[in-house]
């Protein structure tokens, strides 16, 4: 179940009101007059199962609410009531396959956002997995692919096509581009200097690695991968499932490729570089072409779902 808290102007509570009585899926309705002072206005709550949550909250935006008052949205961890579970009931469709696109909107706009806090962890998983390649340690490859926050501007490139946002498009973009670039060039430096300490080797880079070799040796198998994984991680963001994003990001081989082709360009390997490179295009590619596909499917789904739900008398 979700709860949602409404600001509304004192002239529209009527019309709210029926919109969400006339919507199927809710209960435990409040209304308290002259509540609200910014802005000022009546307060409203609402509980509304999940399936039916994205249309309700289409429905107040459609009446301006969003612009002329507020409407903040909760998850309800625990909720003891009969009424809930007969709104949860009636509601059309089950709502772990539900998809809230303004919260979707939101999650990604944050995590597309190219702050401090996200180059650090992207360079620092970049380095982590530079040590993972010269080693060919799979625990640490795994280790900086936990870390790495790439999906966050790739989930928002996915969401930005699907909605036509073009202003999330360019920030999930720049994200991605100028984050894997700054994490490169620091990782350069990383494995110049963990060179000059006698940490790092050439030698070490081109051994064999049977560990590791994948991360500049891209295949079929990496393109698939990437598509599977694409899937599950809009699915995990989607459905609030966000702890299952640990497991799609230690299934792709970004953070690794970029690190793999920043230590040889270090070295000067430029068949490595090549190959890390393209490995990387390839799981950035797929990610992306899955993840638009997977929300497609999904708007599809739930717009058809949407229109055979009754109207509440």
């Known amino acids: 179940m979700l709860h949602l808290r409404l600001i509304v102007p004192a002239d529209m509570t009527e019309e709210v009101v029926r919109t969400v ?12 007059p002259g509540a609200a002072r910014d802005p000022a206005g009546d307060l409203v709550m609402c509980d509304v199962a999940r399936e039916a949550g994205d249309g309700l909250i289409a429905d107040l ?19 003891l009531s009969r009424r809930a579970d007969q709104a949860e009931e009636d509601a059309p469709g089950e709502g772990a396959d539900a998809v809230l696109w303004d919260q979707l909107a939101e999650a990604t706009h944050e995590e597309s956002t190219l702050s401090v806090t996200y180059l650090a962890f992207l360079a620092i998983a970049t380095m982590i997995a530079a040590c993972g390649v010269v080693l060919d340690n799979a625990i640490l490859i795994v280790g900086a692919m936990a870390v790495g926050p790439e999906f966050g501007p790739l989930a928002g490139i996915c969401t930005a096509v699907v909605r036509r946002s073009a202003r999330l498009a360019l920030r999930s973009l720049a994200a991605l581009i100028v984050g894997f670039a700054a994490a490169m060039v620091l990782t350069t430096g990383f494995s110049l200097l963990m060179t000059a300490l006698g940490l790092f080797s050439k030698s070490m880079l081109e051994a064999d690695r049977p560990n590791t070799s994948f991360v500049y040796a891209p295949d079929l198998f990496s393109f698939v991968v990437a598509i599977l994984a694409g899937v599950a991680g809009m699915l995990s963001l989607t459905s609030a499932k966000s702890g299952l994003l640990v497991g799609v990001a230690i299934s792709v081989t970004t953070v690794p490729a970029a690190a793999n082709a920043a230590v040889a360009l270090g070295y000067g390997d430029l068949h490595q570089v090549l190959g890390s490179s393209v490995q990387l295009l390839v799981n950035l590619a797929g990610i992306v072409l899955a993840g638009t596909l997977t929300l497609l499917i999904q708007r599809y789904l739930w717009k058809r779902t949407r229109a055979r739900s009754p109207v509440r008398g």
């Not at 006339?22 to 309705?29: E, K």
């Open 61 to 79: 935006c459609a009446l301006g609410i969003d612009k002329s008052g507020s409407i903040a949205v909760e998850d309800i961890e625990l909720s």
């Open 21 to 32: 009585e006339g919507t199927v899926g809710t209960a435990h309705l409040v209304v308290v």
